[in-house]
């Protein structure tokens, strides 16, 4: 009894062993392929890393988007932003990578990207051209952030059409809001 467990145990470190080999293996050649400006194996290394090694991810992730990826982009932003204390470059990095996301197509980057102009008073229009940007992709939440805006400004009519919008796009609260006009 005693050697069937012990030949077990030796067969399960062993098949340990050797599947972490495989692991740095796998590695070695997907780095092979993102070498090779093959942006899907860039974006996988992102991910990888990016939970252990932020500034690994952030090569990685920075590559993909240099290839015109979106997500690279986008997920570059992210991840520089979730680092507790961003210097300067880094916030630079966010804005560069989060507009060319949101030029190549992704409603959600424009939406941050405003949400980062929206700070300063004097870039509202900028703002306010990327939440519509992004409304225009059907991406529910801008457009209820454009109704908003317009409700402060006292334009019940086109808060009312941004407020539709944002339901037809599936965000929630503006369809209770809009429900409330129609009682």
């Known amino acids: 009894g005693v050697n069937v ?3 077990f145990i030796l067969t399960a470190v062993a098949i340990l ?13 997907i780095e092979q392929k993102c070498a090779n400006n093959e942006v899907t194996y860039c974006l996988k290394l992102g991910k990888i890393y990016s939970r252990r090694d932020v500034n690994k991810g952030t090569m990685y992730y920075q590559k993909a988007c240099d290839l015109g990826d979106k997500r690279g ?6 991840l520089l932003n979730s680092k507790s204390i ?3 470059k880094d916030n630079e990095t966010i804005v560069k990578s989060l507009t060319k996301s949101c030029d190549l197509g992704t409603p959600k ?8 102009y ?17 409304c225009e992709q059907r991406f529910g939440l801008a457009c209820y952030k454009l109704a908003d805006f317009y409700g402060e400004k006292n334009d019940a009519a086109t808060q009312k ?7 037809k796009y599936r965000y929630k609260v503006a ?3 809009v429900g409330e006009d129609k009682k």
Do not use: H
């Open 5 to 7: 467990f012990k030949n």
């Open 17 to 29: 062993f050797i599947s972490g080999c495989g692991r740095a293996e796998k590695i070695a050649r």
């Open 73 to 78: 982009c986008y997920r570059l932003a992210v």
């Open 86 to 88: 961003n210097s300067k």
């Open 109 to 116: 980057a424009c939406f941050e990207l405003g949400e980062y």
């Open 118 to 134: 929206e700070d300063d008073p004097k870039m509202q229009s900028k703002a306010n051209e990327l939440f519509v940007k992004s």
């Open 161 to 167: 059409s941004y407020l539709e919008l944002a339901c």
């Open 175 to 177: 369809c209770e809001e």
